[in-house]
């Protein structure tokens, strides 16, 4: 299972790559919308060859990724620890990538057809909001099943101290990943727009400071 998990991130850390190859020399024209300002309209256009900004990105986290997959791996000195965090890291990172492959179609859509971002259903937030939504409810889940570690999790310096303090600010960090997912996919589906966006990070930045206040005062009163 551990292998087919590494194949397949290596597979959709590749992919993008492939695929916007694809479109950038066989659909896309030589010039399309590089950007928008909040109300969906096209205030830049340049170049298809910027499409391969996006894929470059995916396959310099994808690297970054591994690396600190190996140095975590050949620094552990708790094998069973490390190796149900590394695992973990494992289902986090294909769920990330997962979401890029996403958000990679969606910004090559858009290139070609910038209308899309002023269509009045606005069916591409709602996607890409869903599909943000989806992943950090999955990470929320992800949470509070790691162990004390210096790669994933909320890993503030009042939680690093003990194993129970470490499962109390991960759980409530869980719980403000999976509020910010549900607000999320509300976002999308409500507005419909660039203020979906909004939802997603004022959201995200509300839910988790709570989270850390709450764990900190918790924790605090354990002594």
């Keep these: 299972m551990k292998k087919f998990k590494t194949i397949l991130i290596y597979i959709l850390a590749v992919l993008p790559a492939i695929y916007t190859a694809a479109a950038v020399f066989f659909i896309l024209p030589d010039t399309v ?14 170049s298809k060859y910027e499409a391969f900004l996006f894929p470059a990105i995916i396959l310099g986290i994808a690297l970054f ?6 140095v975590a791996k050949i620094a552990s000195t708790d094998d069973d620890k490390t190796a149900r965090n590394l695992d973990i890291l494992d ?4 769920l990330i990538f997962v979401f890029f492959n996403v958000s990679c179609v969606f910004l090559l859509t858009i290139m070609k057809n910038p209308s899309l971002m002023q269509n009045d259903t606005g069916l591409l937030f709602i996607i890409l909001c869903t599909a ?22 909320m890993r503030m310096k009042f939680c690093m101290d003990t194993d129970e303090h470490w499962y109390i600010a991960n759980r409530a960090g869980g719980i403000a990943m999976v509020l910010s997912g549900i607000c999320t996919i509300a ?14 990070v004022i959201s ?6 709570v989270a850390s ?10 002594g």
Excluded at 65 to 70: P, W
Excluded at 134 to 147: A, C, Q, S, V
């Design 213 to 222: 206040i709450y764990s900190y005062g918790i924790i605090k009163k354990k």
């Design 65 to 70: 990724f591994f690396i600190i997959r190996k």
């Design 132 to 153: 943000m939504g989806i992943l950090f409810i999955l990470l929320g889940n992800i949470m509070p099943k790691t162990r004390r570690n210096a790669m994933i999790g």
């Design 204 to 209: 995200l930045i509300v839910f988790l400071t």
């Design 91 to 94: 289902t986090a990172i294909l």
């Design 33 to 46: 919308a590089a950007h928008f300002n909040i109300n969906g309209q096209v205030d830049r256009y340049g």
């Design 187 to 200: 976002g999308g589906l409500i507005f419909r727009s660039f203020v979906s966006i909004f939802v997603m």
